[in-house]
């Protein structure tokens, strides 16, 4: 397909303007004038899923539907407008490609308005769905009875089963809870599988592409030649109109085609529009409802050209009212409560501290906490982190903030909360509490240490006690008398010394003979007498000066 120029490709946003305007302005509704149906009674062919695997044997194996379980993707959904000549022809189409990276948290199956809508049989315009919905793109999905308003087919939307086909076999696209998209022919066990259920499912009509190669003759075959409103069922897949499908490519991407139409007038037909999806790197695709149902949407605006008229003024062409939508949002959460262990954002869950995974469903594993498991733990000698706090929860024998340090000798258990009970205050296992324990190297040597220093202080304070408490010695009896005899004696030699020395004064007091010496009387050597007006006459005695001589004739006077 050779794609037009931009200035030419600028015409088309003209006539939509025309379409929207006509809508609005005049409130007019689509006839449905524009019906392209595959099956005239019904819908879907009435033989059974083992018919169907029979019949695609050959090609498929043993199975009938083909799943593909993309890597995560992240980025925003991007739509791409086009026109293009179809290869072969004079004709040019204009469509919609719009690529979903990550399907599972980023496309839902709408019912037609909301929720209830299958059911109540409604028909809701893609816009007023998309529009309540905020969905970024969308386009028409599945079949529906024009009359009566019936969804048809299979529909699972955000994991609700809101209609369950019976095991019709058309083809089907679904995305199941762990991402898987699926894509083919389904029995009705596997529509109803709960091991792995589906979130979104929805029922076309023609496998268009079976691992990247054409798939249409199969598909007739598997879904009858039944005839259909505008003939029969080959005539549905060989006209040229207005048409949808949905695919994945190889990198798991998933794929939304639309292209604009008119049955019989513009647009393509089933093969054209395998070989313009193979050439966009298509693997697998279905189609959906197309014709006058033919619809996309962006941000709630039409944005695609209707084939339907306008009633009652059919100059103008209006949208029409269909049933089921596919819808191209910002990433959801999935589940929508994020496992009850997280907070569901515009990016996805945001996991509360201890929890991990896309959905908040796995714990931390061990050695790691926080929001999202994104912090690591500190702990050694084996011990276990806490996943909400990181707090560290050591085994026996090891306490401390990271489980750093050996319990204390005496001590034992976790975080070495327990006293040891062994005799005469020994030390235990620090792990276990037995007294009949080998202990470590360096717990030895500390023991060793330890031990030393303890004897050293033990035999200082033995000794010092020694010294403090020792008794005084006491005298016996005969010391005592021993030691009183010889004071007596000792005093009684000091009296006699004392009387030799008090005799031998007197006896000097006398006046020897032949001693020359004069007495003077003391005050006249202190000049106290002169001083005091005393003289040696005036005392009541005066002592003659005595000499030797004088002494000798004193006596020869005598």
Known sequence: MAAVSVKYLLLWPLLWLCVRESETENSRVSPDDDPLRPYARGHGPSHSHRHVRDCLSVTGGNTAHETWTPPHHGGDPEATVFVSAVPGSSRWVYGHMTVVPDPLRQLSVLEPGQWGGCEGQQRVSVEETAGAAGCLYAQNAGFFNTESGECLGNVVSDGRMVRDSGGVQNAQFGIRRDGTLVFGYLSQEDVLDRSN????????????????????????????DETQETGKFRTFVDVVSGRTAVGHDAEGRLVLFHIDGQTGVRGMNLWEMAESLKSYGVVNAINLDGGGSSTFVINGSLASYPSDHCKPDSRWRCARHVSTVLCVHRRRCQPADCSGHGVCTANGCVCDAGWRGENC??????????????????????GSCDPVHGRCSCPAGFHGQTCENVCALGFFGPACLQECVCDHQCPCDPQTGSCNATLRAETNYTLHTAGRCLANQMFTLWRREEEEHREQPRLTERSWMLLSCSLA???????????????????????????????????????????????????????????PSRSGRTGDDE
């Open 361 to 382: 469903s796995q714990e931390c594993l061990p050695g790691f906490y926080g929001d999202g498991c994104n912090q690591t733990c500190a702990c050694v000698n084996g």
């Open 197 to 224: 259920p589906f979130e979104q499912l929805v029922s076309g009509v023609v496998w268009l592409l079976r691992n990247g190669e054409v798939y249409i003759n199969q598909s007739l075959k598997a879904e009858c």
């Open 489 to 547: 004696a000792l005093l009684s030699l000091s009296l006699l010394l004392h009387l030799l020395r008090a005799c031998r004064g007197a006896a000097c007091q006398r006046e020897p003979e032949g001693l020359d010496y004069s007495y003077v009387p003391l005050t006249h050597i202190n000049g106290d007498a002169g001083k005091s007006g005393f003289q040696l006459d005036d005392l009541d005695f005066q002592d003659e000066i005595w000499s």
